[in-house]
């Protein structure tokens, strides 16, 4: 056993593996030291915690589009962070008409489920028009094509938007009935945070729930096993594609909103970033695997925002703030090296239809 | 047949030359200056070009100078010594690598006589270098950053002028504010990484600790980063009065926005710079603006205020942003620098002499600016800032003067 194991290991895995623990072994060092200055008391930490399950939220609800498309097509949809973008790019007038004639501050959980419908109303729209006339034509296309083509596809939705609503940040009403915040044992906890983190909780349970235990749930889970077999077996692929699309596109506008309640700043680009740490942490659970996704995405939103501060103050370097995404995609490169499936594991379908 | 037409055309062609040759000679213009002259013919334009951020999060501040340029054309009556004006030009997106590509592109056009430009002190610093060779004088309504106009720094260059303000006055002067008149002692900066910020916000610390104060950290945010939480978390540490962060938009939006969330922070002071003098700043941040402050140059008189008159009638508001009254006083000074070196002939051509332009610009003294008596000098300041603090409040543009007292009318 040893000796066969010993047969199989390159040079290349004794790589990488040093440079692996190495990048555990700083991160563990920052951690003790750290700790031991003592700098951030266990409140900070709780905070920073709170706010980076908040984001991790938002982050798993965005991995929802991709990871549903990739099980299923086998494609990587860079258009999905535009997808993301056009939900609460464009229901911040809105969102701004419904604060002017003060209806957000007197019915404001009507006036949220306004802008969540019409923000995920959009992006499923965006989605399925983008499947529709982006995708489809090149559903049998040799696989780097449709790849290019969401790349082209990304920026035609970036520079439609902006030629729309034009190239400005616009600023989302503040919504004062989530502005509160209460307070446990000296912690602060905001409505925002806590409306986010279980919005993405009941919407993550929902979509699991809708894959596992629905008829179409059902049908998607076997267009994702096989394409041709399920089309034997008298399920529309089409209609299923469509469909997928279309519930990756409502949970990424709906992610939109989350996120406005975090940080209620839209412009054209706003897509941008969240959409590649989506995509990140769908391939840190697992790709194609629901569950995974929110997983990845928890564990990417909490590194972000504890990471920073934890690992590398001690260390002593300087603004450590500007080193968070560098120690997001590091983690992703750790759990490619020592689990290149992902945490949870990838479930794709056995070759491309 | 062929072979017959070709010597027609070369015999044609021959005697044309002699003919010319033998004609009578205009009085020519030999260009004896070290970097060349630009010859404008009788019926040609003179050629302004900008390098301004007219596009992104930024736009209001190339626009609000471009805009006050254009004043400042009509107010000329399009023309420069009988030549009209073309004015055109890039845009630079408030960063080096914008500033690089439409620095790129403008060098390349021998027409252009001068630029006004950039925005922002990291344009400046990738496309003057650009500019310079080319032979422009650059006139910037809005670089603050010290190093451009630093003769033994490597980012100063040729032929560059500002008459904005140098920020080793509105850091010293938020320093003062900020510890004299807010009796603010310990303090936190944050910087962008843009040579503007990182600068501002230095010479803000090292007067601030002249005068007396702590500077408990001086860190920094990446732009385009959304989550301030943990950068926010560091400077909590400190517990500091009041946070310094000359940056830009959408960051300073989302500073504004996460400080007061902060455990440790709640009653933590805000203040920003120039770069944050913006409607914008009041529309992102929404109600978590009220009480952010910021410094900016503070522009008053008969002049001015005929001047935004003008901008209103023109362009349907108030000055957008706050760098117009610098960009109308720069393209003057250029104006008034072309009348004086511009070789005119008889027939209407011009010859413009670049160097010449150069040290006729360094060489303005007592101009009656919209912001002042400027006067510039060879490293290229040519601002006579007075510079004031604002604040911020919900709904409310422009922010209120709230300091130096003697100011608020």
Known sequence: MLRTWRQRLTITDIFIWVIGLTIAGVAILGTISTLQQGQYSARVWLDLSIKGLALGGVYALIAMGYTMVYGILKMINFAHSEVFMSGPFTTV?????????????????????????VSAGVSTLIAILLERIAYRPLRNAPRLVPLITAIGASFFLLYVFRGLYGSGSFGYPAIHALQQSWTFAGIQIYKAQVAVIVGAVVMMLILFGMVQWTKIGKAMRAVSEDKEVAEL???????????????????????????????????????????????????????????????????LG????????????????????????????????LILIFRPTGILGERISRGKA | MFKRLSFVISAIAVLGMVLTACGPKAEAYTCTDPIGCVKIGPTDPIHIAYLLVVAGPNTALGTDSRNGVEIAIADGGGKILGHDVKFDGEDGGCSADGGQAAGTKLAADPTIIAVIGTSCSSEARAAEPLLSAAGFVTMSSSNTAPDLTDPTNPNHYAGYFRTAHNDKIQGAVAADFAYNFLGIRKAATIHDGSLYADKLQGVFADNFTQLGGTITLQTSVTIGQTDMSSVLASIATGSPELIYFPIFLPEGAFLIQQAKTTPGLENVKLMGADGLYSPDVMNTAGAAVEGFMVSSPLVQGAAYDAFVVKYQAK????????????????????????????????????????????DAVAATKDFQGLTGVLACNVDGDCANP????????????????????????
């Not at chain 1, 949970?251 to 897509?271: D, E, K, T």
């Open chain 1, 233 to 299: 077996m008298g399920i529309n692929v089409d209609r299923i594609i469509v469909f997928t699309f279309g519930v990756g596109g409502a949970s990424a506008g709906a992610a939109g909103v989350l996120y406005i309640l975090l940080f209620p700043v839209v412009n054209f680009y706003m897509g941008f970033f969240p959409g590649i740490k989506a995509f990140t942490a769908a391939v840190l659970g697992g790709i194609g695997n629901v569950p995974g996704a929110f997983l990845g995405a928890i564990i």
């Open chain 1, 93 to 117: 007038f809105v969102a701004q008409g419904l604060a002017k004639s003060g209806f957000l501050d007197r019915q404001p959980v009507i006036g949220l489920a306004i802008i969540l419908l």
């Open chain 2, 315 to 358: 362009f349907g508001s108030l000055p957008i942003n706050i760098f117009h009254a610098h960009a109308y006083d720069g393209y003057n000074i250029i104006k008034a620098a072309i009348e004086k070196v511009a070789v005119q002939q008889a027939d209407g051509t011009l010859y413009i002499p670049r160097q010449a332009l150069r």
């Open chain 2, 386 to 409: 007075t510079i004031g603090a604002y604040e911020y409040h919900e709904g409310v543009y422009p922010p209120t003067l709230i300091w130096p007292t003697e100011y608020i009318k």
């Open chain 1, 302 to 333: 909490l590194l972000e925002s504890v990471g920073p501060n934890l690992f590398l103050t001690g260390l002593g370097v300087p603004s450590p703030s500007q080193l968070k995404d560098a120690i997001a995609f590091i983690v992703l490169v």
